[in-house]
């Protein structure tokens, strides 16, 4: 069986949300926003996935599947979508943004009032902070971190010591703000700003006084970024991790981004000192850096360009106030986030913390953002004497820092901290704690699809699953004992466990389903989650599909199974939904004739989540629940088709919302899975 290719697959993901950015049905910052998240997952996409494609092209050597071919095909993708991202942003949405009286406003184009304004902003907030690096053999080109905007000058004349070294650095400092506000007549409604590298650009020559700026350009490198710890090797994981985080941000060189008009001389020369292939050189026909339009995006003040505000209500199956030890005592509770507030979790919490009764409070934490109020609450359980664990996963990619930071206050005041299991990440979300009820010990839980993240618990779509089931809890209390004693983790009662189970179990359910489907049973199987490149998980899926089963797979990113080829995955139907919000949950659902099964989880179907990983499902057996989730997380979903596109035979992805010239249609019913939710649930959006 031949697979779709990953990394295509995941340039494809990105070519879907950067159709956001031209959807007219979109407010306007919003798809300026699209624009930049684009730009943010090239960024991590260079700087997890790139440095064996690049080492490939620099050797000429086959470096596991990764070769030059494979290289130049990325790399020509990458361009293509660099240069429609630019396009965009060019051609329509600056220019749509001026006509609302937003401008970024060129040096060419200022009056001489606002040239006067940003020299003296220049000279006053920013020349300070400036130091430019003129090179010769004392002053080798400096180290330029991973993504930080720098420019390149090209000098005429001599220097102070009469020679004639012509090439300078110069690196703007990251605390500077990258548009600032232009100040405007009085009652004006415009809203003018300039981009720190049109500032700093327009005042170069300041920074060489006696030389002529004869050539420039911004640049920007883009550096690997994944930290690689021999965790076998080291005796103090923490102090290894913290140790390789000083070093992160000068990693191998895999990209080089420079303006559109940036000489030949200018670019080969970073090109050699950054050791990179004239594949890796990307002119941009505006700021190198996308990402930083958030900026610009946060400061206008005009709420009609943004999706209008959207407020999680309280959970429908809690009633603010009411107890949630006396609730879940009745029955096991669904929180559907973000369409309910993530609030309700914090409160939980917040209830354990505050009760005599608790007793202990287990955790794990994989990320929690940059000020956790979770954390807070763990440390106040602590001083209150109740007995704390926490399992706090130091390898969550690009949250090292913070999670050591959060690991050593816990234990500055007496929490239990562990890290897992060595070689395996702990991605499993839950929440134990335990109670004393009656003389006895009563345990609660709190399981999820997503992260402890309030921040991100706005923007992604992800179960939360309380209860007080006795067998599910403990199962959760034997996976805690397992991750801190390292135990062999006896037979759970309900909960299937990576890398133990849950790969296993997931390839017997298919294969199960395919032999009943060949008896002429009538076989259903429905699966949501952000990724699909497990090849032993996509070949039980074919083989299911040939047996008859019909498949229907809702996966937001990559996914190397191809769908509807011919004797083949006939009957599998794979679907992307890119909206508003970050698509995050993920539902595993199994029906064979009149019997259903429906798993909850923190994996994905990847090989790293099924065999490197500390990962959960659990079924819901309650059937009002299942029933729900059903509805809102997999029906509603393969409805959708205005936000639905749909994956086909060849790879390539086309909207469920299209006319045969190729043009978005506007069907007479056009549905989105997420508005409807929205609606569903009470709040605006």
């Known amino acids: 069986m031949t697979f779709l290719d990953r990394d295509h697959s995941i340039l494809a993901f990105n070519e879907r949300v950067l159709d956001w950015a031209r959807r007219v049905d979109v407010p306007l910052l919003e798809r300026l926003r699209y624009l930049s998240i684009v730009s943010s997952n090239l960024d991590e996409f260079f700087e997890v996935r790139m440095a064996p494609q690049v080492s490939a092209r620099k050797t000429n050597e ?134 720190i590298s049109s500032l700093i650009r327009s005042h170069l020559a300041d920074l060489f006084p006696g030389r002529q700026v004869t050539e420039f350009s911004q640049f920007r490198v883009t550096r690997h970024s994944d930290l690689a710890v021999d965790e076998e090797e080291v005796k103090n994981l923490r102090t290894a991790l913290r140790k390789g985080l000083q070093q992160r941000h000068y990693g191998e060189a895999l990209r080089l981004e420079v303006s559109a008009g940036c000489s030949e001389h200018l670019a080969n020369f970073l090109l050699s000192q950054f050791a990179l292939p ?169 399981l999820s699809t997503g992260n402890y993240n309030p921040g991100t618990a706005r923007l992604y779509t992800d179960l939360s699953y309380l209860t007080a089931d006795e067998a599910l809890t403990a199962d959760l209390d034997q996976v805690f004992l397992h991750l801190a004693s390292q135990n062999r983790l006896p037979r759970l009662n309900k909960v299937l466990m990576a890398p133990f189970h849950l790969h296993k179990a997931m390839i017997e359910r298919l294969d199960a389903a395919g032999a009943a489907a060949s008896k002429g049973k009538d076989v259903r199987v429905v699966l949501k989650m952000n990724a699909l490149t497990d090849e032993a998980l996509c070949r039980a899926l074919a083989q299911a599909s040939q047996a008859g089963v019909r498949v229907e797979v809702i996966v937001r990113g990559a996914c190397i199974l191809p769908a509807q080829v011919p004797q083949l995955t006939d009957n599998i139907r794979v679907r992307s939904v890119i909206g508003r919000l970050l698509e995050h949950s993920r539902v595993f659902y199994f029906k064979v004739g009149e019997v259903e099964e429906l798993w909850l989880s923190s994996a994905d179907w990847m090989n790293r989540n099924m065999l490197r990983r500390i990962e959960l499902a659990w079924p819901v057996t309650d059937p009002s629940l299942r029933q729900r989730i059903i509805e809102e997380c997999l029906d509603c979903y393969l409805t959708d088709n205005r936000d639905a596109w749909l994956l086909q035979a060849d790879g390539t992805y086309v909207p469920a919302l299209r006319l045969s010239s190729g043009t978005r249609a506007k069907a007479a019913e056009p549905v989105s899975a997420q508005a409807l939710l929205m609606a569903r649930y009470g709040g605006k959006g």
């Open 62 to 195: 086959q470096r596991g599947l990764c070769t030059v071919d494979t290289y130049l095909g990325i790399s020509e993708k990458v361009h293509q979508l660099v240069s429609e991202q630019y396009r965009i942003y060019n051609d329509q949405l600056m220019p749509l943004l001026e006509k609302k009286g937003i401008r970024v406003v060129a040096h060419a184009d200022r009056s001489p009032a606002q040239r006067r304004w940003v020299k003296d902003y220049f000279v006053r907030n920013v020349q300070p902070l400036l130091m430019p690096v003129g090179l010769d053999p004392a002053h080798p080109f400096p180290q330029v971190a991973n993504k930080s905007l720098n420019f390149i000058v090209r000098l005429s004349g001599k220097d102070a010591f009469g020679r004639e070294n012509e090439i300078a650095i110069v690196k703007v400092p990251r605390i500077l703000p990258r548009y600032v506000r232009l100040p405007v007549a009085k009652g004006s409604r415009q809203q003018h700003f300039v981009s």
């Open 278 to 446: 004239s594949e890796a050189l990307y002119r941009v026909a505006g700021p190198v850096n996308l990402v930083r339009l958030n900026q610009l995006i946060d400061q206008v003040d005009m709420p009609s360009l943004r999706f209008e505000r959207y407020s999680a209500g309280w959970p429908v199956q809690l009633t603010p106030g009411q107890s949630f030890f006396e609730r879940l005592q009745q029955g096991d509770v669904l929180i559907h986030q973000p369409y309910e507030s993530f609030d309700a979790v914090l409160a939980f919490l917040r209830e354990a913390v505050e009760d005599p009764d608790v007793l202990a409070i287990k955790q794990t934490i994989y990320r929690t953002g940059a000020k956790s109020e979770l954390m807070e609450l763990l440390r106040e359980a602590v001083r209150r004497g109740k007995e704390v664990t926490a399992v706090v996963e130091l390898k969550a990619r690009f949250d090292e820092e913070a999670n050591i930071s959060y690991a050593e206050r816990l234990e500055s005041v007496g929490a239990q901290v562990v890290y897992g299991v060595v070689g395996l990440k702990t991605h499993a979300k839950m929440l134990l704690i335990t109670r004393r009820e009656d003389g006895q010990l009563k345990r609660y839980a709190h």
